[in-house]
């Protein structure tokens, strides 16, 4: 099956610097890639998402980069704040190809974001 | 427009006994997929419900089963709760052909 690997498992940077997490996916079949972000005690909520057939998309801040060949994606966060420290996951999907879609995700990057 | 809800919060159980979780999805899906989250872990797949029917299962063994009912709600039920089942339980819902997933607040069980 899927495995997603994720790095950092912390990442520490002062506010209005940029942050950067990295995940790699074992499965070529994979064609959707999520990331959620969850503070402590509460639900994981999708922040960004690519599909395998584009190469970055960005969302003010936010940004996702994805490689296909070397099957690795990254999640960019620029003008970091306070207010971004979480925990963010990335996740992997076959999609709509498999006609259900489940997720496999990574162990997660506690990012703290210090004022 | 509500989204996805979990029922109960919390819960405490002991070893050996049964529990039953509850989930009702976002208003439009169809589609529920259950994940346990251990203390520091990412969420790791249970399995999947559509139509009433488990369509897709990760490798969790039989202790652990589901159902669906006609109006898309879901429940998840463990038995001969294990120490090692404690975590957060966490229900995501879908559209059946679509990819995004979003997840409810999660029940946290806790085993003694």
């Known amino acids: 099956g899927e495995n997603v690997e994720q790095h950092p498992s912390t990442l520490s940077v002062q506010e209005g610097d940029s942050a950067v997490i990295k995940c790699t996916y074992s499965?070529?079949?994979?064609?959707?890639f999520p990331w959620y972000k969850q503070e402590l005690g509460k639900r994981p909520q999708l922040i960004i998402d690519i599909r395998s057939n584009v190469g970055e998309k960005k969302d003010q801040r936010i940004a996702v980069t994805l490689n296909k060949t070397a099957k690795h994606f990254s999640l960019h966060i620029t003008e970091t704040q306070p207010e971004d420290s979480a925990v963010y996951f990335c996740a992997a999907s076959m999609g709509r190809r498999s006609g259900y879609s489940t997720l496999t995700f990574g162990k997660g990057t506690m990012l703290l974001v210090s004022p | 427009d509500a989204g996805v809800t979990q029922s109960p919060t919390h819960l405490i159980k002991t070893r050996g006994q049964q529990v039953t979780l509850r989930c009702s999805p976002k208003s439009g899906h169809d589609t529920v997929s259950w994940y346990q989250q251990a203390l520091g872990q990412g969420p790791q797949f249970i399995f999947q419900?559509?139509?009433?029917?488990?369509?897709q299962r990760g490798n969790f063994p039989d202790r652990f089963s589901g159902h669906q009912f006609p109006n898309y709600s879901s429940e998840l039920n463990v038995n001969a709760l294990l120490l090692g089942d404690s975590a957060l339980y966490l229900c995501?819902?879908?559209?059946?052909?679509?990819?995004?997933?979003?997840f409810g607040p999660g029940t946290r069980l806790t085993v003694l």
């Open positions: 419900y559509y139509e009433e029917e488990e369509r």
């Open positions: 499965d070529s079949a994979s064609n959707y």
């Open positions: 995501a819902s879908s559209s059946v052909g679509t990819d995004t997933q979003y």
